[in-house]
């Protein structure tokens, strides 16, 4: 049994390798996106008399200077935060609240950079169509590497059960060289990074496959999952280990003519019932008539559990429905917690390092696994020849 899972083991990690390697490297990278991002946001000065624009005049300010509205709107706390309308993939906008005006921040560069790091982490660079075979191909190898993971928990055990064979195979040895260096720091990385990376790519799966949220469904509520949950498949907003800054996935842009009558009010009415906030996101009807919801955090933006959903009808400003995350069944809210987990986010500034940090020994572990692989290979055909 022990030999059939090596080479089944081996033959995954030969096939899935490449990409397994750039789906680590590109998680390490975008490990600390968030935080980098947001020191190089621009601040706004708030002078002493000077009252900000209501959340409805900066949005027809900006429609006549651009001709568009943005897919949503994120206010920060704080009174030197701008207000972000995000523009989907095009990026966001920060418009300075006391004069109407767009203001830079020194992050451009770092944003286009964590753009093409996320688009080869869930679809290897691909644009357009060639998309879907991107995430074909990560989702499939994922799968690969989670069989890997788990697979290496198992072979890792020596077969002597004794402490100088745990130790061989739990420490770094110094003094070796060539199989035996990389057959020590497979080992290494494998056993201390197994659970962490197992959670990382087990999250991985669920935003990528209907049948895998099916499967966390039921093992949160013992039910089948509704089919819009079942059929929903790709990573949410944000990184693809990605880190959602916005209120929701896929923004799409509004009509440009779309009615912003009574908005001012019902920002206010938000902004006083939830004073202690840290962000509030509007997420824009795509339609005349549709309806305005509100998102808002009172978290850093990776605690599902701080948030409460508003919807107010466009027409008449009445409230459609509040929702608290608490207040979702089971198999909603651990699906929301999965993007978290899966970027360490829900951790804090620890479990993004403990995450950064997997996809680290994930990159390693490929590289050793080859370099053992290509030795082994070499050794057969020696003895071949």
Not at 85 to 107: K, L, N
Not at 172 to 194: D, P, S, T, Y
Request: with cysteine.
């Amino acid at each position: 049994m022990r030999k059939i899972l090596f080479w089944l083991h081996l033959a995954a990690g030969c096939a899935a390798g490449l990409v397994v390697f750039i789906m680590s490297v590109t998680g390490v990278a975008l490990t600390y996106e968030r935080q980098i991002l947001a020191s190089g946001a621009p601040r706004v000065k708030a002078d002493r008399g000077v009252t900000p624009y209501s959340m409805e005049a900066l949005l027809e300010k900006y429609r006549e200077r651009r001709g568009r509205l943005p897919a949503a709107v994120v206010k920060r706390a704080g009174e030197d935060a701008p207000v972000e309308f995000q523009m989907g993939r095009e990026g966001t906008a920060y418009i300075d609240p006391y004069r109407g005006v767009e203001v830079q921040g020194s992050a451009g560069g770092a944003r286009r950079f964590f753009r093409v790091m996320t688009d080869w982490h869930r679809w290897l660079g691909q644009e357009g169509e060639g998309r879907e075979v991107g995430r074909a191909i990560t989702g499939a190898c994922n799968l690969a590497f989670l069989f890997l993971v788990l697979s290496g928990m198992y072979l890792w055990i020596p077969r002597v059960l004794s402490w100088k064979h745990f130790r061989a195979v739990l420490l770094f040895r110094g003094g070796l060289e060539g199989k035996a260096r990389e057959f020590n720091w497979h080992n290494v990385f494998g056993i201390w990074m197994a659970l962490p990376l197992a959670a990382v790519v087990s999250t991985a799966a669920v935003m990528s496959y209907g049948w895998a949220n099916d499967l966390l469904y039921r093992a949160a509520t013992g039910k089948p999952a509704p089919a819009g949950i079942a059929k929903k498949k790709g990573a949410p907003a944000g990184k693809g280990k990605g880190k959602g800054k916005g209120p929701g996935p896929a923004l799409g842009a509004p009509p440009v003519d779309l009615p912003l009558a009574g908005l001012k009010e019902i920002w206010s009415r938000v902004e006083v019932a939830h004073s202690g906030y840290e962000s509030i996101a509007l997420r824009m009807p795509m339609a005349a008539g549709g309806a305005w919801q509100f998102t808002v955090d009172r978290g850093n933006g990776a605690r599902p559990d701080l948030r409460t959903t508003l919807t107010f009808d466009a027409a008449t400003s009445a409230m459609l429905q509040r929702e608290e995350f608490a207040e979702q069944d089971a198999g909603r809210r651990a699906r929301t917690w999965v993007r978290w987990l899966h970027t360490g986010e829900a951790g804090g500034i620890a479990g993004q390092t403990l995450a950064g940090l997997a996809s680290l020994a994930g990159a390693m572990l490929v590289y050793t696994g080859v370099a053992l692989s290509l030795r082994r290979l070499a050794a057969w055909r020696r003895r071949a020849g």
